[in-house]
């Protein structure tokens, strides 16, 4: 391995790993750090040049906008505007769901340079719950632009392992925080005024559901059209998260009719031969979602975990079961449809 990797397990540890962290962040460097979501690749927000490395490292297109963590709730006011008129909304969702999961989409500010943007005139805003991320952020002091610590397209990692296998030798640090407790990216929202009740639109499903939102607002989806435009949430192109491994999506297992001499790997929601895929193959490996009988948050936790490991196989194609579409099955689902589309 080239790229060094801390641990956090103990205290000095910890303490040794945050440091570094924060060192590196504040010369420019770029490092990889735990979130409850997925893994990130962070560097300091208002530091342009140290912005531009992440899109390097990533190989990610400069159209595509990276996601700016705050260290504390005040600092949202240094990176963004709130309209009046849904100041009251902002401030309630941001009293209950931060930190978390939760990316709000608001008028930037002059602070955030144009890289981290993209050039719009918004910016995805949250702050991370997972305490190693926070104690870095509170150490730097700044906003920290950080997009998954993936190259561009594939699939986000959920343990700092998954983060070699995508970064090895082009960061100079991954901080191992164990794996990530959410397993799915924020959800991505924007807010606009409504009568009676202000307008809230997923741009991206994740560990909040629209269930979790409603109380606060009217909660719509963004059409595929939409985000596809790429002015919505420009990371949201048809083609995403995909393994190298072709991967099929079934509605139903009267879909898949396996062809003789091909090799075939299943992903199961929940490894219950009576929901009839585990039989229908003789499949060189099958990878269970939810041993625990069909729990959705289980199912995110092990998600990009078990697709980059059927991924390894080298099998001819990945069949996936589909899974319940409510709660955290409506980010999964649609990361598996994203997955499906050939690029
Ligand atoms: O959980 C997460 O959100 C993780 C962790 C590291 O925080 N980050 C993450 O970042 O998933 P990334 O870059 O992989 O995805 C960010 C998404 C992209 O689809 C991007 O297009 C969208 O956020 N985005 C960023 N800024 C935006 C903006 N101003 N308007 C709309 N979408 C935006
Ligand atoms: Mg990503």
Not at 109 to 137: E, Q, Y
């Amino acid at each position: 391995m080239l790229t060094p990797i801390l641990q956090t397990d103990t205290g000095p540890l910890l303490h040794k790993a945050v440091e570094e962290a924060a060192r590196l962040l504040k010369a420019g460097e770029i490092v990889a750090l735990p979130t409850e979501t997925v893994y990130g690749l962070a560097a300091d927000a208002f530091n342009p040049a140290a912005v531009a490395k992440v899109f390097e490292a990533k190989e990610r297109p400069s159209f595509d906008p990276l996601i700016v963590h705050l260290p504390n709730k005040k600092m949202l006011d240094e990176v963004a505007e709130v309209p009046a008129e849904i100041q009251p909304i902002i401030q309630k969702l941001v009293e209950k769901m931060w930190p978390g999961p939760l990316t709000l989409v608001l008028p930037k500010k002059a602070s955030i340079p144009d890289i981290v943007t993209a050039g719009l005139p918004s910016v995805a805003v949250r702050m991370s719950k997972n305490a190693v991320f926070r104690r870095v952020a509170e150490a730097l002091g700044r906003p920290i632009a950080a997009p998954s610590a993936n190259r561009f397209g594939s699939i986000s990692p959920t343990s700092a392992n998954a983060v070699v296998a995508e970064l090895d030798g082009r960061i100079p640090l991954i901080v191992d925080g164990g794996a990530c407790l959410c397993g799915l990216e924020s959800t991505i929202i924007k807010v606009e005024p409504g009568s009676p009740k202000p307008i809230i639109t997923i741009l991206r499903p994740g560990p909040i559901t629209p269930e979790d939102l409603k109380p606060y607002g009217r909660v719509k989806h963004a059409s595929r059209t939409v985000v596809d435009e790429a002015t919505e949430a420009p990371g949201q192109l048809a083609s995403h998260y995909a393994p190298r491994t072709p991967l099929r999506l079934l509605s139903s297992p009267e879909d898949f009719k396996p062809e003789p001499g091909k090799r075939y790997a299943l992903m199961s929601y929940r490894g219950d031969a009576s929901d009839g895929y585990v039989g229908l193959a003789d499949w060189v490996h099958v990878q269970i979602l939810s041993p625990g009988k069909g729990k959705l948050p289980e199912a995110a936790v092990r998600f990009f975990y078990v697709l980059r490991e059927l991924d390894r196989l080298g099998v001819d194609e990945i069949i996936a079961e589909p899974m319940h579409e409510h709660g955290m099955g409506i980010a999964m689902m649609d990361k598996l449809r994203r997955a499906a589309v050939k690029s």
